[in-house]
């Protein structure tokens, strides 16, 4: 069965970064693009960017440009999200989804990854 | 492309009809609308694509509908299980979701 698997929660201080991982299985990992949506308390998920598998550049939404970096291990299946110069605004939950496209609808999510950024 | 869904909330008895909106901000193409099931402490599901397509596994009391601006998510025959936060999102132009409706069971 298609699975997203995410790694643990994270605690930062403000003005560091956090690298987060997305172990996907059960599917053929170079024919689904991935995203990355982060979803802050109380309100609607928002997207950040997608890669694709394939190759080429990935692709981020223009308010993450120049502090988020996606990278991905075809050998291990494994999708990465960075994000630097954190601060509190990026308190989120971090999921990644598997896009049924490019910019598509998200069929399958990770169970998400809590980033908590505080001083 | 900005999403506002109304209500806010919404509280319902089980076995009534629950009507859900998603206005858009300007015209997106339907095959570009999806609808999302979020449950407390979970992931969103994926309910509805394409505005009116049922996702796998997803039973027909879900249904939706819409053009142009204006979006509907309906769930006839409501269930105490059916209590979560619903989110549209458009992929027409970019990816935005809405604000969310939260859907009560009495």
């Known amino acids: 069965q298609v699975q997203l698997v995410q790694s643990g929660a994270e605690v930062k201080k403000p ?3 956090v690298k987060l991982s997305c172990k996907t299985s059960g599917y053929t990992f170079t024919s689904y693009y991935v ?3 982060r979803q802050a308390p109380g ?3 928002e997207w950040m960017g997608l890669i694709n598998p394939r190759g080429g550049n990935p692709s981020y939404a223009p308010k993450f440009k120049g502090r988020v970096t996606m990278t991905w291990d075809t050998s291990t299946a494994t999708v990465y999200m960075e994000l630097n110069s954190l601060t509190s605004e990026d308190t989120a939950v971090y999921y990644c989804a598997r896009d049924r496209g490019n910019s598509d609808r998200f069929d399958y999510w990770g169970q998400g990854t809590l980033v908590t950024v505080s001083s | 492309i900005d999403l506002t869904q109304s209500p806010d ?5 089980p076995g009534e009809r629950a009507t859900l909106s998603c206005r858009a901000s300007r015209s997106v193409t339907s095959i570009y609308v999806a609808w999302y099931q979020q449950k407390s402490g979970q992931a969103p ?3 509805i694509y394409g505005a009116s397509s049922r996702a796998t596994g997803i039973p027909d009391r879900f249904s939706g ?5 204006d979006f509907t998510l309906t769930i006839s025959r409501l269930e105490p299980e059916d209590s979560a936060v619903y989110y549209c999102q ?17």
């Open chain 1, 15 to 17: 003005g560091a970064s």
């Open chain 1, 35 to 37: 995203d990355w949506v």
């Open chain 1, 43 to 45: 309100q609607g998920p």
């Open chain 2, 9 to 13: 909330t919404l509280s319902l008895s």
């Open chain 2, 45 to 47: 599901r994926l309910l």
């Open chain 2, 65 to 69: 509908s819409g053009s142009g601006t």
């Open chain 2, 90 to 106: 458009q992929y027409g132009s970019s990816i935005t979701f809405g604000q969310g409706t939260r859907l009560e069971i009495k």
